[in-house]
């Protein structure tokens, strides 16, 4: 094995295979990029609501306890499809008014139960907040996930 | 001890285990809200716990990075430290802004994408404090001897300050950012950090077994041939469901099935290594987590990451309890009793001391280990029930939560023995020396 393999041929793999798997994963994650744009988002309804809603997402580190898309902490619900679990599809305006009377209502205080924080959203925060969610459900996600459960 | 600034490793050491106490200890706060909700609620809710959980992992790790570096590059560069003051300045840097950030946090200021919430001007000082070091280890290895060793660990560590370069990306197109995200994310932990990794555990083996160090070379350059090759396609696992090409699915599941590889590889480096030279090493505490080290990555980061990275499967599983029992054995295995076996072998030698506290050392090894493997198959019972619970019988996720709470207490108990296994150890290490245990005649 040794006079097989020496330490000089094996460095030569290291940084050869190395390049070569460096360049086929960039030149990936550029064609994801634009596939990314085109196809499985909607570029076009990527309003400035919908990109401040996600610095509200951010602001308050919600991905600390929920999931989205999956990632995340494992705490809280999985937020990526909550518009289609609060029925949006089908009924905007009720999906709407129904998840900010949700954060409203925080914390519930209920002994036992997972308290979700008051962040005292404003109006316009809360609407850009479920702009954002929306958004995000029409991902095309491949089917992901398997149920409105999340 | 051959070279005096080597000493430069004790005070990252010790920030490290001060890191690594805060990291356990909000990990246990975390595991009592899952038993106890209501618990802290008001005044610091989980997200800040989690937050401060998982930043000081990943602070506590770089820092025992920067001191083994300190110490195993004079060795085997055979020179001095480019520049003391710059690794002081460095370390000032680093810990402040460490600090900084956990105040902050307890005060709601933070961004918002996991792992990377640090504020700007944190992210700022973690970079000026990464090119410090990153310029002062260099300057070293190129002035000095170059070995295998160095040349790895460099690389490595070139690559966690350029792919964290990432962190300062992010579109506002969320499968974008995700995209990106993974840049910083997976290349680290899956990628150039086990090259860091592997050139560590090469010098504790050199070391500690004295087998030829071309052998040991060789071997290094072909593991972390593997490391890089399955590690930047493995990517591919997280592409499955963010908005991503199907052909991530195809992709993703061969190289996760490569990435066990190099996991495997090292376990039998070691092993083979350790057999092979014969040799009783005095430190045995430090023989025991270098060996450990390779099996616990091997089970935790390979198999149990392998086992939910078909996306047959990760259809079910993804973002479930899984992923956290992953998680947990996965950062354990690969670098937390990394750092650890190479505090045991190198404090001896800061501290001007034989190997000492063996016994208390060891206890730590295997209270720390059994209760994260504890831990680890508590939260995987919790993850396959929730799995099945939610992903095929569409049941609601908080109840299924107080379902699987059993598992929640198993965890925060595991938690517990690991916080008392952590305190051990850094009493063991850092604490007063007790009596020296006679080393067996032949033990040089």
């Known amino acids: ?150 | 001890m051959k070279y005096q600034t080597q000493k430069l490793a004790y005070p990252y050491f010790a920030a490290a285990l001060i890191l690594f106490l805060v990291q356990v200890l909000a990990g246990v706060l975390a595991g009592s809200i899952y038993v106890f909700p209501n618990f802290l609620s008001d005044t610091v809710p989980f997200h800040i716990i989690r937050m401060i959980h998982t930043n000081a992992l990943l602070v506590w790790l770089l820092l025992g990075y920067f001191g083994a570096s300190y110490f195993l590059i004079p060795e085997e560069s055979e020179r001095e430290i480019h520049s003391p003051t710059l690794a002081w300045l460095q370390l000032g840097i680093f810990v402040f802004a460490a600090l900084a950030a956990v105040v902050s946090y307890l005060f709601g200021v933070h961004e918002g994408r996991e792992f990377l919430e640090q504020p700007f001007w944190v992210k700022i000082l973690m970079v000026i404090s990464l090119l410090l070091f990153i310029y002062n280890v260099t300057m070293t290895v190129l002035k000095g001897r170059k070995t295998v060793v160095t040349i790895v660990l460099l690389m490595g560590l070139w690559g966690a300050v350029l792919f964290f370069m990432f962190a300062f990306y992010n579109p506002d197109n969320l499968a974008l950012d995700k995209l990106y995200w993974w840049w910083v994310v997976h290349v680290w932990v899956e990628g150039v950090w086990e090259l860091i990794m592997a050139a560590m555990l090469a010098f504790l083996l050199i070391k500690m077994t004295g087998v030829d160090r071309e052998i040991v070379e060789k071997w290094l350059y072909v593991i972390v041939g593997f490391s890089l090759f399955s590690g930047l396609l493995g990517t591919g696992h997280h592409y499955y469901w963010i908005g991503t090409p199907e052909y991530w699915h195809w992709i993703g599941a061969v190289f996760s099935v490569l990435e066990v590889v190099p996991f495997f590889a090292m376990v039998v480096w070691a092993f083979y290594l350790v057999y092979r030279s014969g040799r009783d090493h005095p430190n045995k505490a430090a023989m025991l987590w270098s060996l450990g080290c390779p099996i616990m990555a091997f089970f935790g980061a390979g198999v149990l990451g392998l086992m939910h990275s078909f996306p047959s499967i990760n259809y079910y599983t993804h973002g479930t309890q899984l992923t956290a029992a992953h998680g947990h054995l996965a950062f354990y295995g690969a670098y937390v009793m990394l750092n650890l076996a190479f505090f045991t072998y190198a404090l001896p030698a800061l501290r001007g001391l034989q190997p000492f506290n063996q016994i208390l050392n060891m206890w730590s090894f295997w209270l720390m280990t059994g209760s994260m493997v504890f831990m680890t198959i508590s939260l995987a019972f919790a993850g396959v029930i929730q799995t099945h619970l939610q992903r095929v019988l569409a049941m609601g996720f908080m109840e299924i939560q107080s379902q699987v709470d059993l598992f929640y207490w198993f965890r925060l108990g595991s938690g517990v023995f690991f916080l008392l296994g952590a305190l051990l150890f850094i009493y063991a290490t850092l604490g007063p020396v007790r009596e020296q245990v006679a080393v067996q005649s032949g033990a040089k």
């Open chain 1, 1 to 150: 094995m040794a006079e097989r393999l020496t330490k000089s041929a094996a460095r030569n793999i290291f940084y050869g295979g190395s390049i070569f798997f460096l360049v086929v994963f960039t030149l990936l994650t550029i064609h994801s990029h634009y596939y990314i744009k085109n196809v499985s988002t909607d570029e076009s309804t990527l309003t400035e609501a919908v990109a401040r809603g996600k610095h509200v997402w951010e602001r308050h580190s919600c991905i600390n306890c929920h999931t989205l898309l999956g990632e995340g902490a494992y705490f809280a619900p999985e937020l990526g499809n909550v518009w289609v679990r609060y029925g949006g599809r089908d009924n905007a305006e009720g999906a709407r008014m129904g998840l900010k009377a949700w954060m409203r209502a925080q914390p519930t205080g209920v002994e036992g139960r997972r308290q979700m924080p008051q962040f005292n959203l404003t109006e316009q925060e809360l609407d850009d907040l479920i702009d954002f969610l929306e958004w995000t459900s029409r991902i095309d996600t491949l089917g992901w996930p398997p149920n409105d459960a999340g």
